[in-house]
């Protein structure tokens, strides 16, 4: 056993000697017949050049480089055409070029390459504007062989190694760069039938793959890896790539398969598969303009997507690019919009309108049976399409049915209950201060709902109601709110509110009718007073649709309304009316009366003017008639316009008037004192005044027997002029039933009280059975006048005593 392992051994190494021998021997040859190699190589080479010319630097065998094989590496080897001096590219420049021989064909005088591997170094295809391209420098057809003094050469090379060579492809003809560093590269190459068959095993840097120069380059700066089976067809001249992994930047892996046609109109096609792949990672490998649209857009989970190019190699142009992909249950931010728990699938192509070129005009992105969350509010969509990528335009048939609590997001419309029904077609812009002429058409309906208006810190509730879009308008029906006191009935139209919605909402009118059989005004008093503040959650605001309802709101308080009213009972303070019909028109500063109309206090009251809304005085102006009104309830019911010494309780009588009027009134609705100014003439028919102290106090002292508690009056006319707390009063005749008097100066509502009051002492019942009006007027000044001053008191309170005006201006004059 031991013998024959010995032998073993022996043959063994004898044969290793052998084979070393021989290797060294080759080694030799070749450094001794160098210039006869190189002279094979060259013309090897040559043989596939046509009009260029190819320049070797230097040339040294390389023993180790492809043992047991002998290699040789030329050094400095560069290929150029024959207008290089014009275009400055060379074809090939590498620092080393390794050629491996065939160690038996060298024996025989036959330089057979098997391999070829490049160092350090640049190819570098450039075809330029007139179609000219150094690639001309290669023979189309090269299947020849050569033969020398005896010799021959065989020009299969079956294995072809890259490294650290920068591989171009520059066409500016067709506008296409394709530019990669190749870091490692190994071929090996089988040839068939039909053509050939390549496996390929690479790493490279991506610096340019771009289609259409225009448009930028696709994996910019990316770098690849994969091991690539390749098929060729000579006759066809097709070069086919079946699905095979490509890794971009060792950690996401591609399917790609491809199909280059080098005849006819040169086609090819790329067709792309990934799986879960990020939408950011994604950007990044696609040119810089769609990854611009794409960096707005976030995706929480990676989605499946799917690529396929279809372009011509030999026309200039960007390729027709279709993506398509699929996820579930993702959450999605973009720029205002926020898509939770969002599922759907959709594509990509530059090809909307087939002929129309491929650029962003012509895309379009679909979205197919989306199913999502926005804002919070469910919505789903069977297609969206958002078409011509250059001014976007958004097209799709929503529907949605939520909880109004869903719309609950800035503190603005706060809902306790009731549900939403929403289907909505939409066309129109999506981006900042588009042109493009939003439409918007479909019903939204809101039913058994509860809500709280903070900035009015009101109250709503069973609110119903239908708003119909019908392109560019909403109408709104069949709305109902009840509140703890009051019940409405309303319905109204915005005109172009698509349109100006978001852009210009101070120019949009909104046109409102309300229907009610009781409406108290004390429960929106707060809209006198100015808005309150918000309270904003920036979670909530995030998550939900703060933007639509505070741009809501933002319209509610900037937008004109018109406001036509008709309500059975109107309850204000004390105030009551009936058959309440008015004509309003609310800007954001003001409030203009057009014409209201009531029934008050079994008569009637119209009035028209405008309040200024100033915070917490607002300015006022009122044209007011009033016929046949009871002057108790209507004193009554304004708080008796702020006088002190006279009230509702001393008053009787049937009041008609005609009062222009401005003023103040507060936040909480109250005439703010010593504000009041303007004209008031009136006629009181049947008038009393009953327990008027002041009065009560003269009859005590010198009207005993005269009933001064409960004063009756013949019809009492006059014209009155407020200026602020004080009333001016015309000299003024009244009759009644106790006295006679005349009256004239200046009534302090507050205080400045300076009445002059002439009273004849003659009692009235002596000329009741006088009819002779003349008789009658000249007899009630017979006998004793008591002339009488009221003034204010260092106290303010008003006192009587006695004083003529005629002699209190005599005594002015004098002095």
Request: net charge positive.
């Amino acid at each position: 056993m031991r013998k024959w392992l010995r032998i073993t051994i022996i043959v063994f190494s004898g044969l290793i000697g052998l084979l070393l021998l021989l290797w060294l021997a080759l080694a030799f040859y070749i450094h001794t017949h160098k210039a006869y190699i190189l002279q094979q190589i060259s013309d090897q080479l040559n043989d596939r050049l046509h009009g260029g010319e190819l320049s070797i630097g230097n040339m040294e065998p390389a023993l180790i480089q492809s043992f047991p094989d002998v290699s040789v590496s030329l050094q400095e080897v560069s290929v150029k055409d024959s207008l290089w001096a014009q275009h400055k590219h060379e074809l090939v420049h590498v620092s080393r070029l390794f050629v491996q021989v065939n160690t038996l064909a060298l024996l025989r005088k036959q330089l057979d390459i098997k391999q070829i591997s490049l160092k350090n170094g640049t190819i570098y295809f450039y075809t330029d504007s007139t179609g000219y391209s150094n690639a001309s420098v290669l023979k189309k057809k090269e299947e020849n062989v050569k033969t020398t003094k005896g010799s021959r050469t065989n020009a299969d090379i079956t294995r072809m190694n890259l490294e650290h060579v920068r591989l171009v492809l520059d066409n500016q003809l067709k506008g296409k760069s394709f530019d990669f560093d190749i870091a490692r590269l190994k071929g090996s190459f089988l040839t068939n039938d039909s053509g050939w068959t390549a496996h390929v095993d690479m790493n490279l840097k991506v610096h340019s793959f771009a289609f259409n120069t225009e448009k930028g380059s696709f994996l910019k700066d990316k770098n690849l890896s994969t091991a690539l089976e390749l098929h060729f067809n000579t006759k066809k001249k097709v070069l086919d790539i079946p699905q095979q992994v490509l890794r971009v930047d060792d950690k996401q892996d591609l399917a790609v398969g491809a199909n280059f046609s080098f005849a006819g109109d040169k086609a090819f096609t790329i067709h792309i598969i990934a799986e879960k792949l990020s939408l950011a990672h994604v950007a990044t490998m696609l040119t810089p303009k769609i990854a611009q649209k794409l960096d707005s857009i976030h995706m929480e989970k990676p989605l499946d997507a799917a690529c396929v190019i279809n372009g011509s190699l030999g026309k200039r142009g960007t390729p027709l690019l279709y993506v398509s992909w699929k996820t579930t249950n993702n959450n999605v931010t973009t720029k205002g919009l926020e898509l939770t728990e969002c599922s759907f699938s959709g594509s990509y192509s530059n090809d909307w309108v087939p002929g129309n070129g491929h650029g962003d005009d012509n895309s379009i992105i679909s979205l197919y049976n989306l199913n999502t969350r926005c804002f919070s509010i469910p919505v789903t969509a069977d297609t969206v399409h958002i078409s011509n990528l250059q001014h976007p335009a958004l097209t799709g048939f929503f529907r949605a049915d939520f909880p109004l609590t869903n719309l609950n997001a800035d503190g603005v419309f706060n809902f306790t209950s009731g549900i939403a029904k929403a289907h909505l077609y939409y066309k129109g812009g999506i981006t900042a201060g588009d042109t493009i002429k939003p439409y918007l058409k479909g019903t939204v309906e809101v039913l058994h709902g509860a809500l709280a208006y903070t900035p009015r810190n009101l109250q709503f509730t069973d609110c119903n109601a239908r708003l119909d879009f019908t392109g560019q308008d909403l109408y709104l029906q069949n709305i109902s709110v009840q509140t703890a006191k009051s019940k409405l009935f309303m319905e109204g139209s915005v005109l172009n509110i698509t349109n100006l919605f978001f852009t210009a909402p101070e120019k949009l009118q909104l046109d409102w009718k309300v229907r009610s059989p009781i409406l108290d005004l004390n429960e929106f008093r707060s809209f006198l007073a100015q808005r309150g503040k918000v309270v904003q959650s920036r979670a909530a605001t995030r998550r939900k649709m703060a933007r639509i309802t505070g741009q809501l709101d933002v319209m509610l308080n900037a937008c004109n309304v018109n406001l036509n009213v008709q309500l059975d009972k109107l309850i204000y303070q004390r105030f009551i009316a009936h058959q309440v019909k008015a004509d309003l028109a609310l800007t954001q500063s003001a409030i203009k009366l057009n014409q209201i109309a009531l029934s008050h206090a079994g008569g009637s009251i119209r009035l028209s003017g405008d309040i200024r809304q100033n915070g917490n005085s607002n300015r006022f102006k009122v044209n007011t008639d009033i016929n046949n009104v009871h002057v108790d309830q209507l004193f009554y019911a304004f708080n008796d316009f702020g006088m002190q010494a006279l009230n509702s309780k001393n008053l009787r009588g049937i009041l008609s008037a005609k009062a222009n009027l401005s003023g103040n009134i507060s936040d909480n609705g109250r005439v703010a004192p010593k504000s009041l100014y303007g004209t008031m003439g009136f006629e009181l028919r049947q008038g009393a005044l009953v327990h008027v102290s002041q009065l009560e106090d003269i009859g005590n002292i010198a009207f005993r027997k005269r009933d001064m508690g409960n004063i009756t009056f013949e019809n009492v006319k006059n014209s009155l002029t407020i200026q602020g707390d004080k009333v001016l009063v015309p000299p003024m005749q009244i009759n009644s039933s106790v006295l006679y008097m005349d009256v004239s100066g200046v009534y302090g509502m507050t205080s400045g009280t300076d009445l002059y009051i002439d009273v004849p002492l003659r009692n009235p019942r002596k000329d009741e059975d006088i009819d002779d009006k003349e008789l009658k007027r000249k007899r009630r000044t017979k006998g004793i006048v008591l002339h009488l001053h009221a003034t204010d008191d260092s106290n303010g309170k008003v006192k009587i005593k006695l004083g003529s005006k005629k002699k209190d201006e005599e005594k002015d004059v004098t002095n």
